[in-house]
């Protein structure tokens, strides 16, 4: 499976900052995916990042807020902007392996507090 | 759409105790079922999968069969150990979809 890094592994922001959180795959996969996990909670797909197209973004997460790039098969960046307290969640980047049956293979994430 | 139901937790048992989690389902077609495992401080790592109806997915002593007749996919091991302790998610992926959905996640702690 693919070896999966994120950066920065976790910060401290003040409200109304923005962060960019990166994330870098060991190999070349076609769908990369990010995820927030809120204290305690289960995981909530935020969008689907491609190579070459927009990001595709779920229901209740907008490009303004969450600004996704994608420049190439190994990598992609995730943009919390204008952050609140209640954006305090752990980030996660996951891949989808050319030929995985669905599977995704996930990033050890970025602990996000906002203050 | 698709969603996943887990068991409440915490799941608290002794060191070698049996453990059941439920899962299930509901999804329109075949999905593609998982569980995952978030250790304190950490990723999620994929624990075991099934991919269709009757399938028994295996890793590291834990088991999971995919029961389409009950929309079940309950995740067991016959003795479980304190490393064991960690946060367990149920999860689909849509039949031709990109997408997982998790359920709520069921915490288990292993006394010794």
């Known amino acids: 499976s693919a070896v999966i890094s994120q950066k920065p592994s976790r910060d401290i922001c003040q409200r109304g900052t923005s962060l960019t959180i990166q994330c870098q795959v060991d190999?070349?996969?076609?769908?990369m995916f990010w995820y927030r996990q809120q204290p305690g909670q289960s995981l909530t797909l935020i969008a689907t990042?491609?190579?070459?197209?927009?990001?595709?973004?779920e229901s209740g997460f907008v490009i303004d807020k969450f600004p996704i790039s994608r420049p190439n098969l190994t990598f992609s960046t995730l943009t919390v902007s204008n952050m609140s307290p209640e954006d305090s969640s752990i980030y996660l980047c996951?891949?989808?392996?050319?030929?995985?049956?669905?599977?995704?293979?996930f990033g050890p994430g970025t602990r996000l507090t906002v203050t | 759409g698709d969603s996943v139901t887990q068991m409440e937790g915490p799941v608290t048992l002794s060191e070698e105790a049996f453990l059941t989690i439920n899962c299930t389902y509901t999804?329109?077609?075949?999905?593609?079922l998982f569980w995952y495992v978030q250790y304190p401080g950490e990723g999620l790592q994929l624990l075991l999968k099934?991919?269709?109806?009757?399938d028994k997915g295996s890793n590291k002593g834990f088991e999971a069969t995919y029961r389409k007749e009950t929309t079940s996919f309950h995740l067991e091991k016959g003795s479980v150990q304190v490393s064991d302790s960690a946060v367990y998610f149920c999860?689909?992926?849509?039949?031709?979809?990109?997408?997982?959905?998790f359920g709520a996640g069921t915490i288990l702690r292993v006394k010794s």
């Open positions: 996951s891949v989808r392996d050319r030929g995985a049956h669905y599977e995704q293979y």
């Open positions: 190999s070349q996969v076609t769908m």
């Open positions: 990042a491609n190579q070459g197209s927009e990001a595709t973004y």
């Open positions: 999804a329109t077609g075949y999905p593609s």
């Open positions: 099934a991919t269709k109806a009757d």
């Open positions: 999860a689909l992926s849509e039949e031709y979809g990109n997408k997982l959905v």
